[in-house]
């Protein structure tokens, strides 16, 4: 008895597949012999800084800052022009030598000639509010 049609088209699929899946996988393309190129290394970021440094605080509090995140003017945190969000880093007031642990989640600052801006909390820390602007070393940590 012959098998109807649909059954024996079936069939050919289904052989047809399994011929191509198997015979299909000396069709790929063989490994490159070359080494990828890899990009240069970057420039090693500075670990220390020293310059002027700013506080921002009420007018900014709970508004968003470039990484996203509500800025608290309570916190320990800093905007910085360049550093990674996340980054941890000791500023010392060179005024006073009192120092301060703090987080970069925002850019700046936004005026030319100073090197981060600090968070109300920071400034505080480190004896910088009443002066609004004081020098600092800015050091990364690890």
């Not at 012999?33 to 020293?50: D, E, G, W």
């Not at 800093?78 to 301060?100: C, I, K, M, Q, S």
């Amino acid at each position: 008895m012959v098998a109807p049609v649909s059954a024996r088209v079936t069939q050919a699929w289904c052989i047809l597949g399994t011929v191509l899946a198997l015979g299909g996988e000396g069709c790929t393309t063989a490994p490159s012999s070359r080494p990828a190129v890899l990009a240069p290394p970057s420039q090693p970021r500075p670990t220390t800084q020293t310059g002027q440094a700013s506080w921002y605080g009420e007018p900014h509090h709970r508004q968003l800052t470039a990484s996203g995140e509500r800025f608290n003017m309570h916190a320990l945190t800093a905007a910085h022009p360049t550093l990674p969000f996340g980054t941890r880093l000791r500023v010392v007031n060179l005024d006073n030598a009192r120092e301060v642990e703090v987080r970069v989640n925002d850019r700046g600052p936004a005026v030319p000639g100073r090197i981060i801006d600090l968070s109300y909390a920071a400034a505080r820390a480190l004896g910088a509010v009443g002066a609004g602007v004081v020098p600092v070393r800015v050091t990364v940590l690890p």
